[in-house]
T-cell receptor, first 113, second 116 residues
């Protein structure tokens, strides 16, 4: 079954405690990205990757890091989380053929106290 | 710039009512337009799309027509069901935007609640 898997689904943490949200896809997609979803703002792209070892900033990259060492995995790293990073995070993947069909994970709800 | 504006929710309807969710956009270039749906506790999934002016996208009884003259892509369904309760997102992309890791520009989302 084609899927994008994120973990953890829910996390409560404290300011400054480093955390990683993992993302894995089994569709051999080149493109992967992270979005955050906030009320009234829709989804905004944080970082994206065009392929292994190719990553770049999206619209709201401050406070986040990513890596793409393998094609299937694209973890999101919060080195020093702050309360304004409390949000719902989605990983998405797609092929590079401009179909516009993104495949989303189920989301990771993060609360930073 | 590129942006998508949706009507504000939440929208509450009775079962079998007619649904319209308004979506307008601004874009440089020639965008493709999409509606995504997010059911409770799930990620977004593509509902329908249209890639050029006057195209009509349709799926599961939902329809939307790409109107270049009014820069709109309104979502409609003739008879909603309780199972249609979800958040609906309008989105666009262009070749330049999509080359940023498959990026889409999303509207703010419209929550639909259908009562029996």
């Amino acid at each position: 079954e084609a899927q994008v898997t994120q973990n953890p689904r829910y996390l409560i943490t404290v300011t400054g405690k480093k955390l990683t949200v993992t993302c894995s896809q089994n569709m051999n997609h080149e493109y992967m990205s992270w979005y955050r979803q906030d009320p009234g703002l829709g989804l905004r792209q944080i970082y994206y990757s065009m392929n292994v070892e190719v990553t770049d900033k999206g619209d709201v990259p401050e406070g986040y890091k990513v890596s793409r060492k393998e094609k299937r995995n694209f973890p999101l790293i919060l080195e020093s989380p702050s309360p304004n990073q409390t949000s719902l995070y989605f990983c998405a993947s797609t092929s590079g053929f401009n179909t516009g069909e993104l495949f989303f994970g189920e989301g990771s709800r993060l609360t930073v106290l | 710039g590129n942006s998508v504006t949706q009507m504000e929710g939440p929208v509450t309807l009775s079962e079998e009512a007619f649904l319209t969710i308004n979506c307008t956009y601004t874009a440089t270039g020639y965008p493709s337009l999409f509606w995504y749906v997010q059911y409770p506790g799930e990620g977004l999934q593509l509902l329908l799309k249209a890639t050029k002016a006057d195209d009509k996208g349709s799926n599961k009884g939902f329809e939307a027509t790409y109107r270049k003259e009014t820069t709109s892509f309104h979502l409609e369904k003739g008879s909603v069901q309780v199972s249609d309760s979800a958040v609906y997102f309008c989105a666009l992309t262009t070749i330049m935007i999509y080359n940023q890791g498959g990026k889409l520009i999303f509207g703010q989302g419209t929550e639909l609640s259908v009562k029996p």
